[in-house]
């Protein structure tokens, strides 16, 4: 009997193991634990291609590859820079934070991908396209005015359109070379009020706009919140492009919203969307789609599912964020693609020739807030958990100096040198309702210090916790927890980023030997 029961219980253990392995083997929501909002996926043949918003950065607009869905890589941007501006430059004490460029739309059609966007910065409207867009090489157009979230469609008859607006949904056609808008043809309202489905009482109005034509009929999928609810999508469908538009609620969930449907080569449905989560910022869901007499069923009974049945998500790292020893062979590209600038950098102003094996950031310029700073290089926070660190050699910094790590945002943490009175001392600042307060220093007599942000994402716990360390193996507590807000005003989820900035003296340097990522 004892064996019996042994056994009964072995059984059911290795039933327990082979359940959760099976769950492990598949995909979990949220997609992508890490900000990557506003996105827009095609797919062509095996492949799908995912853009997205990354707002005042430099270079902008990415680029994403999947062969599963599930797992993206960076491969390209769409621009390097979007407009020599002052608000873009960080000059003239301007800046575009939360600005830039946003809401992009990609398509691909005979043989070209186009990727479109538009700048509240500059006011126009940006078309880019290419013929291999592994490869890039985009051509760009713009023209005013900015069509506001709008959804890049060319329809079977070789008319191409934008579709766009918040509350009113609008139609513009473009030219036939795409490079404006169609002459002497009317703008025309195809819905006055897209929120109608989510009810009368909407906090923000329907907008996010993307269509799609599936089997002769149009369906544009918005994004609205009802006042005292939930981030909503709504969905609308019609037998012409200009209606009438029939509209339903698509997925209530979550505040699961804002995307669009993608198919799978073996004919399956999903629906991508985002999920406002607290600092790190948008994070992508999937969830799957039935049709049902002519309508995209979102979810699974209205739910945005925990697991899915695709193959399982790896590590964000090094796909979307990477560490980076600063080592660069012949031939290799002198940034990865995980990095990008905080608005556009001052290339004279940086290198990782001038001393192998280095970043260096010089100063060109005297700045009194770290906001303002140029040249701040940045990559993505990650969820649940992500730690960076980096190690900085500080002997050629000059009076005023201010160097180190940081967890960007409005309301930014910084851990680093400054240099006063010919002395070095550790720093920790936090901001404090915009106020950047200097929450402890330390002396520092050594030319090396290592330091380390440790943030945490998990159920929006949303803390990070500031280290340094003069031998790489002991790290010690510096300042205090920084509560991490996501703020509209920057519009994004918090960035590690690197920095060197002047105070009194231009001319000085930092050198940071490696920065390194984990979980």
């Known amino acids: 009997m004892k064996n019996r029961i042994t056994f009964i219980f072995a059984f059911c253990i290795l039933m327990i ?68 501006v002052p608000e873009l430059n960080l000059t003239e004490a301007k800046s575009t934070y939360g600005r830039g460029s946003w809401a992009s739309s990609l398509r691909f059609h005979n043989g070209t991908y186009y990727v479109t966007t538009f700048a509240q910065t500059t006011g126009e409207t940006y078309i880019f396209r290419t013929k291999d867009i592994e490869k890039g090489n985009w051509q760009k ?44 043809v009317p703008e025309k309202i195809i819905i006055e009020n897209a929120s109608a489905p989510a009810g009368n009482n909407i906090m923000l109005r329907a907008e996010g706009s993307q269509l799609f034509k599936i ?44 995307g669009g449907l993608i198919d799978t080569p073996d004919g399956r449905w999903f629906s991508y969307l985002f999920r406002d989560f607290g600092a790190v910022g948008r994070i992508p869901y999937l969830v799957p789609v039935k049709w049902e007499n002519g309508w995209p069923i979102l979810g699974e009974n209205g739910k945005v599912p925990e697991i899915l049945d695709l ?40 290198s990782l020739k001038e001393r192998k094996g280095f970043l260096r950031l010089k100063t060109g310029r005297i700045d009194t807030d770290f ?60 901001t404090i309702k915009d106020k950047p307060i200097e929450i402890q220093r330390i002396p520092l007599l050594q ?22 360390s003069l031998d790489g193996k002991v790290w010690n507590p510096i300042g205090e927890t920084l509560k991490m807000k996501y703020t509209l005003p920057h519009f994004m989820g918090y960035r590690f980023g690197l920095f060197n900035y002047a105070t009194k003296n231009t001319g000085g340097y930092a050198d940071f030997d490696w920065f390194r990522i984990n979980h």
């Open 17 to 84: 193991q082979t359940t959760v392995s099976a769950q492990e083997k598949k995909a979990n929501n949220p997609l992508i634990f890490s900000d990557v909002p506003d996105l827009s996926i095609i797919r062509v043949g095996k492949n799908y291609y995912m853009s997205s918003t990354t707002m005042h950065m430099s270079p902008g607009l990415p680029i994403m590859k999947s062969t599963d869905l599930v797992n993206w890589k960076l491969i390209n941007y769409a621009y390097d820079t979007l407009a020599d």
């Open 141 to 184: 157009v713009s023209f005013q005015p900015a069509y506001h979230d709008h959804s890049l469609f060319f329809d079977d008859n070789g008319k191409a359109y934008l579709i766009y607006g918040t509350g009113q949904i609008k139609l513009v056609e473009l030219n036939d070379d795409l490079t404006g808008i169609k002459q002497n």
């Open 215 to 258: 089997k002769g009929k149009y369906y544009l999928f918005n994004i609205c919140w009802p006042k005292d609810g939930m981030r909503t999508v709504v969905i609308h469908k019609a037998d012409n492009i200009t209606g009438p538009w029939e509209g339903k609620i698509g997925l209530q969930d979550l505040g699961v919203a804002q």
């Open 311 to 350: 193959p399982a998500n790896k590590s964000l790292i090094p796909n979307l964020v990477a560490s980076d020893e600063f080592d660069r062979k012949k031939g290799q590209e002198t940034l990865p693609l995980v990095w990008q600038w905080n608005h556009n950098p001052d290339n004279a102003l940086w």
């Open 371 to 430: 906001l303002q700073a140029r040249n701040t290089l940045t990559q993505r926070t990650i969820g649940p958990t992500s730690k960076a660190s980096v190690l900085l050699d500080v002997s050629k910094m000059k009076e005023g100096d201010f160097a180190g790590l940081s967890a960007l945002q409005k309301e930014y943490g910084l851990v680093g040198v400054k240099m006063e009175n010919d002395q070095k001392v550790i720093v920790m600042v936090s």
């Open 447 to 468: 030319n090396q210090i290592y330091f380390k942000i440790d943030c945490d994402f998990t159920n929006k716990k949303d803390e990070a916790n500031f280290f340094y």
